[in-house]
């Protein structure tokens, strides 16, 4: 059967099942609820944490169309991988004994893995997924992640992350792909496609959902869920193209910006819901609210008046389902707002046939038990070796002052600082529990960092500090060990969060860090920074006076080794930084900044810029070629530059390509990512990579608001290199 026969099949079947629905079994599918409402007290803990009869009531009376959540709000925890089987095989079943026999579709946050099954293989977090500059490992976590979910009984994720990280202070800056629109949609869209296959009804794959559609990470403040203040143009340039390649890679779902912009709640905006989304996008699958949004737009947005109204806001901006996720209060509210003719049939039955589409398109309603087995698709040997990949892949080595790098395997260490001897601080939230903070849970057999460095080491290994990060670390005693070892691994961050349990005031350090630090500088021995944590939080003293720093950001479960491995040179480094790490607190400018910002005594001066990174070889990147030096608008533009390892050991790079626009009549910033590659080059090798700039790559929105390419002059630029071509009028 050909794809087009496929969706008309599908489309015939929602079609009819959506003539066979009442008005509350309609309204039933646009409902999601927590966990919670179907759970046993403290179901977190239970053998059997559902409740029968309130499963009863929501499937049969209430005609839920999808729950979410691992047991119990609000003590969530991973769950045993068997247990989930059993819990949604009870969903499963009692939706075949409804009416229609429509099936749930249950939702759960897998962000690096199969987030809330216990011992699944959990990924470095996105923004270290977009250090390795590695799509292909983008691809095989989207994949490995998709099997483990759905090995769980589970049948829909809400992943990736598709906000553009541009605001470090930010808490959820980690679950973005970083500063860069071209490598956040890269790395998102491989993501979903390994996610996805060509056919999410597979057994071994499952349906993935866009986050937070759109603006959700640009507070003005900084704080989670507070207001964005985003023009037309910077949106469209910015901010909706990784959403608009999550769409062109297949997701059908998509969940909306908790907060505002523009004084327009995300799931008020009809505009973006609708208009761009719909309209513009072409987007064919359905919306889901965020967390209690919808009557937040009442209680908290004070947008509505009532609850009532706050409902009918909602669903007539665009969103399809509500994850309300408490009660049957959009349910019944919804119920009442269509009897009395408020919101029309035609909506209803548009959103529903939406979430029926893809029900069917997930295979869920020929699923009557988990598709695949747990043996052979739960921690198989090859997905914990990717993972160990990518956590190498991910560390940035920043720092490396007459090679103190890598260490000697007899040298006596000290290690310190608080994020050395914790998992934790390597997982970041959604990492078991919510907050990825219960470090009780976490698996015994992974290496925290100090763990690893013991496990490398013939030489004496000292650790001075706790077994938390809160854990006072005595500093005097850390300056007497120090002069007894031959160097200190300083091991330094933040503790795990997301959400709003995340916002701060200000990116500098723990003062009690700094004050570590300081005190062990003043001994004079050589110091190796390591630092973990979500967002780039200042270091500048600290790495100016470090002999080495290595930036590990949110490795994932098997970060310790990774960076252990990368620390004594059994791995080289190859991470490449996918955002720019501010020298100040409020100096934050990014790389792909306007002129005026770097003009007279405005400068780009990061501590690291985007992109960099070191290794333990050299690479030269020379020769860079177009295949013309003049095209003809709409034509596309052939890129050579080559490529060698000038060093002494084998490495993986990274290569990167900018363009600039060179005049406009909208300002250009001075150069954007346009493409990358990465390669592993032995000694002395050398290869020539190609790439292909397209008329969509010349683009930006014009005073119109539309995309556009404009005649004139392009360069494009790779290393130091640089070379012009020209776009001919037509």
Known sequence: ?????????????????????????????????????????????????????????????????????????????????????????????????????????????????????????LFPQAISMAATFNTELSFKEGEITAREVKASGLDWNFSPVMDIGRQPLWPRLWETYGEDVHLASAMGSAYIQGHQGGDFSAADKAPTCLKHYVGYSYPLNGKDRTPAWIGERALREYFLPSFEAGVMAGAPTVMINSAEVDGIPGHANYHYLTEILRGEMGFRGFTVSDWEDIIRLYSRDKLAASPREAVKIAVMAGVDMSMVPFNFSFYDLLLDLVKSGEVPMTRIDEAVA???RVKYQSGLFERR????????????????????????????????????????????????????????????????????????????????????????????????????????????????????????????????????????????????????????????????????????????????????VVL???????????????????????????????????????????????????????????????????????????????????????????????????????????????AASVTRPVKQLKAFKKVELKPGQQETLHFTLTAQDMSFIGLDMKRIVEPGEFKVMVGNESVPFNVMPN
């Open 1 to 121: 059967m050909s794809a087009l026969e496929a969706n008309q099949t599908i489309e015939n079947q929602v079609q009819s099942l959506l003539a066979q629905m009442t008005l509350e079994e309609k309204i039933g599918q646009m409902t999601q609820i927590d966990f919670s409402v179907i759970s046993v007290e403290n179901g977190q803990d239970a053998e059997n944490p559902i409740d029968s009869a309130k499963l009863d009531d929501a499937i049969l009376n209430h005609h839920v169309g999808s729950i979410l959540n691992t047991p119990t709000t609000p003590n969530n925890k991973a769950q045993p991988i068997e247990k989930w089987r059993r819990m949604t095989q009870a969903v499963r079943e009692t939706a075949a004994k409804s009416r229609l026999k429509i099936p749930v579709i249950y939702g759960i946050d897998a962000i690096h893995g199969a987030t809330y099954t216990q011992n699944s293989v």
């Open 369 to 548: 038990e988990p598709d695949l087995p747990v043996a052979g698709n739960f921690v198989t040997e090859a997905a914990v070796e990717v993972n160990k990949q990518a956590a190498r892949e991910a560390i940035v080595l920043a720092k490396n002052d007459n090679r103190i790098l890598p260490l000697s395997k007899k040298a006596s260490i000290l290690v310190t600082g608080p994020v050395a001897n914790t998992l934790n601080v390597m997982n970041g939230g959604w990492t078991i529990t919510w907050q990825g903070d219960s470090e009780q849970l976490y698996p015994k057999d992974k290496l925290t960092l100090l763990d690893a460095i013991r496990q490398k080491t013939s030489g004496k290994v000292t650790y001075v500090g706790g077994k938390s990060f809160n854990e006072e670390i005595n500093i005097e005693q850390a300056v007497t060990e120090a002069r007894n070892h031959d160097l200190v691994v300083l091991a330094l961050g933040e503790k795990p969060y997301t959400e709003t349990m995340g916002n701060i005031e200000s990116l500098n350090l723990d003062p009690v860090q700094l004050q570590l630090a300081r005190a062990l500088f003043e001994i004079g021995k050589p110091v190796v920074l390591v630092t973990f944590g979500g967002r780039p939080r200042i270091i500048t003293e600290i790495a100016d006076k470090a002999n080495a």
């Open 354 to 356: 939406r979430i029926l």
């Open 552 to 662: 590990g950001f949110l490795p994932g479960m098997e970060g310790g080794l990774a960076m252990a491995d990368i620390l004594f040179g059994d791995v080289n480094p190859s991470g490449k930084l996918p955002i720019s790490y501010p020298r100040n607190s409020n100096d934050v400018t990014l790389y792909d900044h306007k002129p005026i910002e770097a003009f007279e005594s405005n400068q780009y001066r990061p501590l690291y810029t985007f992109g960099h990174g070191l290794s333990y070889t050299s690479f030269e990147t020379s020769g860079l070629r177009l295949n013309k030096d003049k095209i003809a608008l709409g034509e596309s533009v052939e890129v050579s530059v080559n490529l060698k390892n000038s060093g002494t050991l084998t490495g993986k790079e990274a290569v990167l390509v900018y363009l600039n626009d060179v």
